[in-house]
């Protein structure tokens, strides 16, 4: 059975900051997060769209994590090797 990651997990660990920056960025979307002023809990609020914007969206480069990039990258390195022993790809080819 999966386990369920909390989004105060995902934002830290990195995760939300890499979806947006690498993937939903780019085809003007982004994933927000809402934090509850009284309890800071977090939770996916939204969905932005911007795809009007031929450029999609950017972070402020004030607010990226040099740390969190790196810490995603180096896991996606190992994760691709085992990918790659166990299914002979990396990212899953559609049509198969």
Do not use: C, W
């Amino acid at each position: 059975m999966a386990k369920i990651m909390n989004i105060a997990e995902f934002q830290k660990a990195g995760y939300l900051q890499e979806v947006n920056r690498q993937f939903l960025h780019p085809l003007g979307l982004a994933l927000q997060i809402k934090i509850d002023p009284v309890t800071r809990e977090k939770e996916l609020r939204a969905i932005l769209d911007q795809r009007e914007d031929p450029a999609g969206i950017h972070f402020d480069p004030e607010i990226l994590s040099v740390d969190k990039m790196e810490r995603i990258s180096e896991e996606m390195d190992i994760r691709a090797q085992e990918r790659l022993d166990q299914f002979g790809y990396v990212i899953q080819p559609v049509g198969e």
